[in-house]
């Protein structure tokens, strides 16, 4: 049934339950039809146009398909090259930029290190950061890996791998909650963890 | 002084209480009832709602009953802790624990569990005075928890730290990359978690070592002093984890750290665990009850819930009368369970008016008023 499988479908988007899909549907199918339509034409091409930034991971947008996506930040040309931020999510770097606190760029590792959930030194894409670090000229790196123990560790391992690179080093300040989320914390919270940033 | 009282509990599904609505008393709640219709569960519920957790388990999926698979376990508390009143709840979906205070999730479950003190006095804790060392570390968690320094945080990041350089040592061996790193945090937070304990236990010792005296045959001490599992120095611990990588393996788990913490007993000079009688290890228990009572209502100006359950089954004649001259002190909220009122009610003359008692019976998970 068409029903069915559109509710199972929404239904595996994070935070959604089978009845707030089933909402969903009743009011996709109730409300004006265009609402669908227009949903439905850019949820078709979404993998082809939104694709993870070939240089640092966020979110890009391309309008040819099959050809590398830049995103707006990574071509922002008013935006600092030597100044890098290194998150663990994509989510974070939202939260980073919510708080208007940075004017360089980012690098997204996409996990973080934890052998608990399977992922060690070599899963963590550290080549990647280093010839990112190398072409921009970075000359100094934030740290912004969340001040839970596994964004710890992380940051602890990037200090040691990039040490050799003789680029600056700084790890965001823990305002934010420890143990705790960046995504959670608030844009003052965050301006605040970003400003009071220490060397390391 | 003021005191934490518990003007409401309301129970759903938890173990044999599928629902239980009380309105205790702010003085002493005496709860009878024949072995297995609910006294202990009561407690528990009750203890679940201040601080998260179970005194009796620590599997919360345990307290599911049994009889009904699917329920959810809930348990919600209206709390005056002398300065505004507050509600607190609980509730447990299979592993999930979701807790709210006034209706909101905190930011940190430390603040949740810190809220309202309250100090259980079971007949399990006897382990206190002969049992391995994981019962007197708890106790000193539980003082660390409520004198606000910060040992929920560091025992948490600590035991996460732990379990990351396990699993490492395990999938990539000894020499696996990321060791220095867990191992750095592993130090940091156990640090942390062992000047908590060495404060909680620098306050807990002189209160029991006082009410040891009050208690016991005159002329014989009792001493109590932490002893940490690991170098306190942040360099000799690293080289100790360092070292011992390969017998870590081994074992399961890292040989030293304050999961392997005690709180020394002695007696005379001499370990408590093996020189103490029978006797004397239910003053050693006591001392340390009436010592967690003491620093607790101390570190934060209040008085703790007091949860005795079936005490006097546990303590002989005179120890019973020695915590009742305790309770007709504290001047707090307190519930006692018991298979034998009767029994109380010889206990209670002289210590407390009868006035200021609440009584309840327990049947099958169902309570009333006495
Ligand atoms: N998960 C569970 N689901 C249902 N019933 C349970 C569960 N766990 C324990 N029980 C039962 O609940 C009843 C109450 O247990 P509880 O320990 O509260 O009794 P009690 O009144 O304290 O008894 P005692 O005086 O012997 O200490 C017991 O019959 C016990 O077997
Ligand atoms: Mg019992
Ligand atoms: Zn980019």
Redesign the pocket.
Known sequence: MRTRRIVSLLARLPGVGEKTAQRYLLFLATADPAIARDLGLELAQLSEHVRPCERCGNLAETENAGVGAICEICSDAKRDASLLCVVGRVHDLIAIERSGAMRGRYFVLGRLLSPLEGVGPEDLPIGALVDRIREDGVTEIILATPPSVDGEATALLLKRDLAELGVRMSRIASGVPHGGDLEFADPITMGRAFFGRQNM | MHALVAQTLQVRAL???SAVDLEPGPRFNVIS??????????L?ALYLVATTRSFRTSKLG??????APGATTSVRARIDDGISVHEQSVGLLGARRSVKFDGVRPAKLAQYASATPVVVFSPSELGLSMGPGSERRKLLDRVALYSGLGALEASESFSRASRERQRALETRGISARDLPQWEALIVQHGLGLMHARAASAERLAAAATAAFEGIAAPGLSAAFVYAPSAPTGAEAYLRALESMRTRDLARGSASVGPHRDDLAVTLGQIAARHVASQGQHRAIVLSLKIAEIDVVSRARQARPILLL??VSSELDRSRTSALFALLGEQEGQVFL?T?RPELLDADWRGHASSATRRDFV?EG?VIRAR
Do not use: F, Q, V, Y
């Open positions: 173990r044999n209480l009832g024949d072995n297995g219709h609910g006294k202990t569960s009561l528990e345990e307290l599911a009953p049994t009889g359950d079936d369970t298979t327990i998970g």
